[in-house]
Structure formats: structure tokens, C-alpha cells
């Protein structure tokens, strides 16, 4: 886990609009949704590969709530779901870098 991840500051577009109010907060894919973390991770289309490899290794799919039980149940689970959130972040940062 890391800083972006633990607070939602940094690449999603709810937080940057804090700082740049011509910035939409809304997802870019499914604009009636807000591009917050929970969005992404949780229910986003751009990342549903990413989430469907992620759900294949836990042998559940991840919501808001089963989250920290499905991390804390094993080494691999946590590893899986940390991998996932860096894939997920590092992506949203390049399409960040890419836009400016």
C-alpha cells in the first residue's frame, strides 16, 4: 500500500480538481461517475482486465468491504491486491503525465 492509496490524493481526478479546476472530476470513461478511488479500484470499465485477474487470484471479488479481510488472509492475497492498486495508480499517473 502506498501514499496515494491509503489517502485518495494524487491521480485520480476527484483529488487533482482540487488544484486545477478546469479538470473534470468525472471519469472519463463512464462520466456519471466521480474518478475517486473507490470508483476505480471497485467498479471503473478502464481497469475491469486488471480487476478480473486481481479476482481470479483471490478466488472472490474484491468490494469495499471484504477488502482488508481478503488482504489480511494471506501473504499472496495482500501481494495481489498490492500489485493490483500499483498497476491501477501507475496507469492513472501516465494518462495524467500524457494529458499535460
Known amino acids: 500500500m502506498n501514499y496515494h492509496l491509503l489517502t485518495g490524493h494524487g491521480f485520480f481526478k476527484h483529488h487533482n480538481q482540487r488544484y486545477d479546476y478546469n479538470q473534470s472530476a468525472q471519469c472519463p470513461i463512464y462520466p456519471s461517475s466521480i474518478e475517486n478511488a473507490e470508483h476505480v479500484f471497485y467498479h471503473c470499465p478502464r481497469f475491469s482486465e486488471e480487476r478480473e485477474r486481481l ?14 479481510r481478503l488482504m ?9 491486491v498490492a500489485f493490483f492498486a500499483n498497476s491501477v495508480v501507475t496507469r492513472l499517473r501516465d494518462e495524467e503525465t500524457d494529458r499535460r
Open 72 to 80: 489480511l488472509t494471506s501473504e499472496p492475497n495482500w501481494l495481489a
Open 55 to 68: 479476482h481470479s487470484l483471490l478466488h472472490e471479488v474484491m468490494t469495499p468491504e471484504n477488502t482488508t
